[in-house]
């Protein structure tokens, strides 16, 4: 090709994709069991859907699994050892088979495909921004733009919609504690924390609330 550099024993072939969003590499598991990277590919600034590369970290090879049709971003990621899958914050630049537009995605590397039990919201334009894996296994979801809060049981693929954490907020991050804490930092205008309880399906606020506006 024209645009080779050869730089030693390395080889630039150019840029495979453009203006990617989350691809920086998770260590995770192979279908053996064997440690490998990977890296994950969202297309957001495009219509071509996300993919996902698994690498090989002893010989660099590189294998591609791609998802459902119509996935385009994938922002939030996680490798799980607990269930030895990766899951993803999917989410799409419109509706699909009217569905809605935002999911969590499961890269089963035994079956070698990436799949999902449905979406977050019926008929809603969302995208997660945030993902965490609880004690227990539970994989919650924060989402954009109501601040709503997802969970999902990958035993069965049921997904539940825990609803917003706030009335006026658009963002929100979660944290799992050791102690099955569900923490939930809510961005963007008044900063703040809500702990969301399991048990009860309650959240309340804790800790100091910051104001953008006034710069505290």
Sequence with gaps: MSDEIKIGAMREWGVPVRAVVGGAPLAGRDASGN???YVVMGQESSRA????LQIDIETGACRRFNPPPGVSGARPVLWSER???LFIGGSGREHHAG???GWILAFDPDQERITTPGSLRHAAN???VSVAESPDGTIYAGC???ASLFA???ASGTIRDLGRMDPVEHYAYVQCGDDGTVAVLLKMTRPHVVVYNPSTGEHRAVGPEAHTDKQS
Aim: charge should be negative.
């Design 99 to 101: 569905h809605g537009s």
């Design 35 to 37: 440690p490998c990277l």
């Design 126 to 128: 969302m995208f997660p």
């Design 83 to 85: 269930w030895q899958k």
């Design 49 to 52: 859907d996300m993919f996902t």
């Design 152 to 154: 999902l049981d990958p």
């Design 144 to 146: 954009h733009p109501d």
